[in-house]
C-alpha cells in the first residue's frame, strides 16, 4: 500500500504496469547517473530541463516589485515574497497540468532557451543555457530593463533513492539536491540578493503519480543586512498538509527577532505577518495569482540550438506515444553530441557558451554566502557560471525575435 491507500501502480496506465513494476526495481538499486535510466513512456515529459529556468519569472508584477520600494526592510521582504510565489510553478505546476511531474529532456550542451514576458511590468526578458554536461548544469539570466531588476544564477541536481517501510506503509522517493544559487540585484539600490536552493524529493513514484515534496532550508540573504529563512515540511505520514513551508526574514544575526513572518502552503496561500505578532501584512495565494505568458518565438525563427527547434521530432514523438520513433529521434541528437565532444577533445578546445562563462572571481557570493555558510560547491557545477553581458551584446539573429532582441541585459 502507498501512503495514501493507494495499491502500488494505481495511477499507472494498465498497459505500462508491467514496465512500471520492472522500472521501480531498476530505481530502488540502481548506481551511477540517474539522469541517463530510461523511463516508461507515460511518464516521459515533452519539454527540456533548460525550460526549467522560466518558471522564476511567471508573476513579472511580483518579480519587479521591490525595486519600487524606499524602505530596505520592506523590500527585503518583496524579495521574500517573490521567491515563495515562484515555488509553485518551479516545483508543482507540471504535476498540477499533467496529472503527474513528468521526466523531463536531457539538455545538451549548448541548448538554449529564450523568451520574454509582455505585461503592465514591461518587458521581462529571460535567456537559459545548458553550460555543462557532466554534470549536467543549467545557466540563467532574467530582467526587466525598466525596473532595473535582474535574477541570474545556475544549477545542477545531485539525485538518489531512498526506500522505508513503516508497518504497513512503504515509500520510495527520489532525493533531489539542487548545487548551485541565484543572485537577484536591484539597480536603483545597487543591492544584491543571495538565494539557495531548496532540496526536493519526488514522491509518489510506487503509485505511478509522482509529484515534488520541498524540504529542510534555504536561504535568502541580502546585501543590506537582512536575512531570509525558509523552512519546509511536507506531509507527515498521519497528518499535516503537503508543501507546507516557513519563513522568518530577521537583520542579519538576530534570528530570534523576526521582523516578518510568513506561513502557509506554497502551492495554495500564505500570509505575511508583522514580527512575532497577529498582525497580517499581506496576503498571497499562488494558487489563484494568475501567471503571464511566456513568448516564445516560432520554431521556423529558432536557432537549431534553441530547446523547442532541437527537440521538436522527439516530443512530437512522446505526444503520439511512439516510443520507437522518440528513442531514434534523441539517439540522433545523443550521437551528433559525442561527435561534438570527441572532436573538441582530439583539438584541445572546449565549447564555446553562447551568453554565459566560467569565472573564478566570485566577491558578491562570497560576501553574503560567509553569513549563511552556504558553500560555492563548483566542483559539482562545473566551476561557477556568470551572465556574460560581452558576449551577448556580440549575439547576432536569429537571436533578435519581434524587432527587439533578447539580449539588451543592461540596458
Partial sequence: ???????????????????????????????????????????????????????????????????????????????LKWFLSTLKQQYASRSEKLGSEKKPLNPFLGELFLGKWEDAAGTTQLVSEQVSHHPPVTAYCI???????????????????????????????????????????IDEYDEDYLITLPSLHIEGLITGSPYVELNRTSYIQSSSGFTAKIDYSGKGWVSGKKNTFSATLFPDGREKEPLYTVDGQWTDEFTIKEGKGKKVVDQFSPKNTKTTPLSVASLEQQDELESRRAWKKVAAAITKGDTDTAGYEKSIIENRQRELRKKEKEEGREWSRRFFSRTDKFPMFQKLAGKIGEQVNDSLTNGVWIFDAEKASEARPPFQKDGASVLRAQE
Fill in 1 to 79: 500500500m502507498s501512503a495514501d491507500g493507494g495499491k502500488e501502480g494505481a495511477a499507472v496506465p494498465p498497459q505500462a504496469r508491467g514496465s512500471w513494476s520492472s522500472f521501480l526495481k531498476s530505481i530502488a538499486s540502481f548506481n551511477g547517473d540517474l539522469s541517463s535510466m530510461t523511463a516508461p513512456p507515460f511518464i516521459l515529459s515533452t519539454t527540456s530541463l533548460v525550460e526549467f529556468s522560466s518558471y522564476w519569472a511567471e508573476h513579472p508584477s511580483v518579480f519587479v516589485a521591490p525595486a519600487a520600494e524606499k524602505d530596505p526592510a520592506k523590500r527585503a521582504l518583496l524579495v
Fill in 143 to 185: 530582467w526587466n530593463g525598466n525596473a532595473g531588476v535582474r535574477l541570474q544564477g545556475y544549477n545542477a541536481q545531485k539525485a538518489s533513492f531512498s526506500r522505508t517501510i513503516n508497518v504497513k506503509v512503504s515509500s520510495l522517493a527520489q532525493r533531489l539536491q539542487q548545487i548551485g544559487h541565484a543572485i537577484y540585484h
